[in-house]
């Protein structure tokens, strides 16, 4: 079975700094990658996702993940972070060839100071 | 435009009170899922459908039905909610050919 784990809870940054949310998952081969934001009070967005190919996808509002098989990561990152960033980050796995099943990681709070 | 809705977004309720939240999605999607989302614990998955009639258990099952006789609605069932039913429920969408799901607003319950 797959799981996800993301080892920060929390992580304040300044406005305008870089950032980095880690991921590292378990599964038995490559799996497919997602991550997605919740802002206060609001459902879930898509901001990339892996399924093969490029290591290095794109997403949404300027971030942009990258998967590393050897470290079993799919980190977030973005060069400079505005406060509008200031949500909640999931990253969750998906087996391919199963049906419907996303697990999801516990959650990174982020917090953007001004 | 492509959403998908839920219905009630808030509900209060009572222990043992047989409720139903509704989940609409109308991108003619095969596959539906049902979240629950609690502090600590991320997102964790009710039940799912493959399509119309076909439906299966996810991690967290215990004390929830569902039920899929139209493609576009998915409607989860808790036949006597308990405090422990109290969390914030995602209803989520998706082709068949596709890992994307998007997903509904929420609905925030609480069971006392």
């Known amino acids: 079975a797959q799981s996800v784990t993301q080892p920060d809870i929390h992580i304040t940054v300044s406005e305008g700094a870089s950032l980095e949310l880690r991921c590292n998952y378990s599964?038995?081969?490559?799996?497919?990658l997602f991550w997605y934001v919740q802002s206060p009070g609001q459902g879930l967005q898509l901001l990339l996702k892996y399924f093969s190919g490029d290591t290095l996808v794109q997403g949404i509002k300027g971030f942009e993940a990258e998967f590393k098989r050897s470290q079993s990561s799919f980190n977030l990152r973005k060069p400079s972070v505005h406060w509008s960033d200031a949500a909640e980050y999931f990253c969750?796995?998906?087996?391919?060839?199963?049906?419907?099943?996303?697990?999801f990681g516990t959650g990174t709070r982020l917090q953007v100071t001004l | 435009e492509a959403q998908v809705t839920q219905n009630p977004r808030y509900l209060i309720t009572v222990t043992g009170k047989k409720l139903t939240v509704t989940c609409s999605q109308n991108?003619?999607?095969?596959?539906m899922s049902w979240y629950r989302q609690d502090p600590g614990l991320g997102l964790r998955q009710i039940y799912y459908?493959?399509?119309?009639?076909?439906?299966d258990k996810g991690d967290v099952p215990e004390g929830y039905k569902v039920s899929r006789k139209e493609k576009r609605n998915f409607p989860l069932i808790l036949e006597s909610p308990s405090p422990n039913q109290t969390s914030l429920y995602f209803c989520?969408?998706?082709?068949?050919?596709?890992?994307?799901?998007?997903f509904g607003p929420g609905t925030r319950l609480t069971v006392t």
């Open positions: 969750a796995v998906g087996a391919p060839g199963t049906a419907s099943k996303l697990t």
């Open positions: 989520a969408s998706r082709t068949g050919r596709s890992y994307e799901q998007y």
């Open positions: 459908s493959m399509n119309v009639e076909v439906t």
């Open positions: 991108m003619n999607h095969e596959y």
């Open positions: 599964y038995g081969a490559t799996p497919y």
